[in-house]
């Protein structure tokens, strides 16, 4: 071979290994700039889903939040509701022993000249101070004649009369109020057995 030849055949081995270097000193690079590209991709993978979950938590935290200080809002106006409504029941029943005795005077007095004025007035002081209840809310428990009801009557008294049915009030010995829907004070009554 020529020199020539020889030249050339050595510049391409030359060139070939300058290229296969080339190669792979840029093979390594794309081998450790990927990783590193990887890991830096992980790491901001990672660091997304930690602030999704972290985002995920304080909205769970606000929406219990939010509805604790609904049900908390709630139950200030039903409390402030029911305080308005029930706003008499401790004049009411402070009222109950005074309605008692006018009730035991009339029933107790028999009527004559002399008494008939006194009981007049009575009668009318008793019709005013249960109409003013009355206005408030307050009523009376029904109860001769009707069915025993545990809820608005006490049975104090138990009787066999043939006049009446099974489980129906005979007698009432003290009368029961009820304040809108709450019972002040039960009716005491003798129930038919």
């Known amino acids: 071979m020529s020199e020539?030849?020889?030249d050339n055949i050595e510049e391409i081995f030359d060139e070939a290994e300058e290229n296969k270097m080339n190669d792979t000193a840029?093979?390594?690079?794309?081998?450790?700039?990927e990783p590193v590209e990887e890991a830096s991709e992980n790491d901001g993978d990672s660091k997304v889903a930690e602030l999704e979950k972290k985002l995920q938590e304080a909205e769970a935290k606000y929406v219990r939040l939010?509805?604790?200080f609904d049900n908390y809002r709630r139950r200030v106006k039903l409390d402030?509701?029911?305080?308005?409504?029930?706003?008499?029941?401790?004049?009411?029943?402070?009222?109950?022993?005074?309605?008692?005795?006018f009730d035991r005077a009339?029933?107790?007095?028999?009527?004559t000249d002399e008494t008939k004025p006194l009981l007049q007035g009575m009668n009318m002081v008793l019709t005013s101070i249960l109409s003013a209840l009355k206005e408030?809310?307050?009523?009376?428990?029904?109860?001769?004649?009707?069915?025993?009801?545990?809820?608005?009557?006490?049975?104090?008294?138990?009787?066999?009369?043939?006049?009446?049915g099974s489980n129906i009030i005979v007698e009432?010995?003290?009368?029961?109020?009820?304040?809108?829907d709450r019972v002040i004070r039960p009716?005491?009554?003798?129930?038919?057995q």
Do not use: C, W
């Open 172 to 180: 009432e010995f003290q009368k029961g109020y009820k304040l809108k």
């Open 187 to 192: 009716s005491m009554v003798k129930v038919n």
């Open 4 to 6: 020539k030849n020889q």
């Open 26 to 33: 840029s093979e390594e690079t794309t081998e450790t700039s």
């Open 80 to 101: 402030a509701e029911a305080a308005q409504k029930y706003r008499a029941q401790s004049l009411v029943t402070n009222l109950l022993p005074a309605l008692d005795n």
């Open 106 to 111: 009339i029933n107790s007095t028999t009527e």
């Open 136 to 164: 408030e809310g307050v009523e009376v428990i029904e109860s001769v004649g009707q069915e025993f009801d545990p809820h608005v009557h006490q049975a104090i008294m138990q009787d066999n009369n043939e006049e009446y």
């Open 66 to 68: 939010y509805a604790d």
